[in-house]
């Protein structure tokens, strides 16, 4: 049965843990952080993170429910970060990308968390303070509500899809993700023209850009396209 959750003055603990280090829902987040990237999500478990913290692993409990909601603390985390020290141009077609590069970014500095939290909606403050910035960049843009809902639907989910697109690759085995990327060259740039044409006619170009994320292009392309829509809406 999940044990209640107490306010964070109830819940520090107040001796340091064998780490010397008092816990929080910042060093427990931190931590985990580390431990997905040396160990991958299968790897983070109570009791490991219990070790790294030098803490007994039902401490662990006094911060989240369950791992499940430090899963949950995690993307928090990663939406933070993206938002963090980040300032509003005035201008929302560059605010946008600027946002969605960060929030892509930031996901892929940890590919591991990444593909364990990109998929969730957490519903815990930062992951709110960014949905409601972007939809006052949309609103104050001029879009409508409904045409406001339908670009921020599309610009996050594109956002966060790209993001574990990526960092699916990026947690390969090193191995694994050279060869990945060397089969445009290895293979692709070999297929005879007579029964491949199109793909032979641009092997070249599918080499030198297969290995890079698409993100930046699909997200200028969606905002293209709700640029075309705003116009639209205000003639």
Do not use: N
Not at 144 to 160: G, T
Not at 218 to 230: I, K, P, T
């Amino acid at each position: 049965m999940p044990k209640k959750v107490v306010s964070e003055s109830e819940r520090r603990r107040r001796r340091p843990t064998k780490q010397g280090a008092v816990l929080s829902e910042e060093l427990i987040v931190g931590t985990a952080l580390r431990m997905l990237r040396e160990h991958g999500g299968s790897g983070l478990t109570a009791r490991r993170l219990g070790l790294a913290l030098g803490c007994d692993p039902s401490a662990l409990y006094r911060y989240f429910r369950g791992m499940d909601e430090l899963t949950l603390a995690i993307g928090d985390e990663l939406i933070g970060r993206a938002l963090a020290g980040w300032r509003a141009g005035g201008r929302w077609r560059d605010d946008l990308r600027d946002l969605g590069l960060r929030i892509h970014r930031s996901y892929l500095d940890h590919p591991q968390a990444a593909a364990l939290t990109a998929s969730r909606v957490t519903g815990r403050d930062r992951e709110i303070a960014a949905d409601e910035t972007i939809l006052g960049i949309l609103r104050g843009a001029g879009f409508p509500d409904p045409a406001a809902v339908r670009v921020y639907h599309a610009f996050i989910d594109q956002a966060l899809a790209f993001a574990a697109l990526d960092a699916a690759s990026l947690a390969l085995p090193a191995e694994a993700r050279t060869a990945d990327e060397r089969m445009w060259e290895s293979t692709y740039a070999r297929l005879p023209a007579d029964t491949h044409p199109h793909i032979a006619a641009t092997a070249g170009l599918l080499a030198a850009r297969m290995a890079d994320s698409a993100y930046p292009v699909a997200l200028d392309m969606l905002l293209d396209s709700a640029e075309h829509q705003l116009a639209t809406c205000r003639c």
